[in-house]
């Protein structure tokens, strides 16, 4: 009867040993789930974020590509002026070549 008792004993000490690491296998257990849950909380923000950046950074393109095109217009205008300055110098210089004339006192 004393070994049944002393082997109830080992019993009873092994199941609490048994229940607490339960217990603290489910409070492990329960932190990591709400560890993902913040995390995933995290990554949809930054996916979020991510959409946001990535529609400003296209508007910003277009933006970039209206102020290219219409540089690029005031290049061929300012072009297109010295061009016809140009020809205008020519022609004067070519009609009167003794317009000016050298005085001397």
Do not use: W
Request: aromatic content about 4%; hydrophobic content about 35%.
């Amino acid at each position: 009867m004393a070994a049944q008792n002393i082997a109830d004993e080992l019993l009873r000490q092994r199941n609490e040993e048994l229940e607490v690491e339960l217990k603290k296998s489910l409070e492990r257990e329960e932190r990591m789930r709400r560890e993902l849950e913040k995390t995933t909380q995290r990554l949809y923000v930054v996916e979020e974020a991510e959409e946001r950046l990535c529609s400003q950074l296209g508007e910003l393109e277009a933006e970039a590509l209206d102020h290219v095109r219409l540089y690029q217009a005031q290049i061929r205008s300012l072009h297109e002026q010295l061009s016809q300055a140009q020809t205008l110098l020519q022609s004067v210089n070519s009609s009167s070549p003794n317009r000016f004339i050298k005085v001397s006192y």
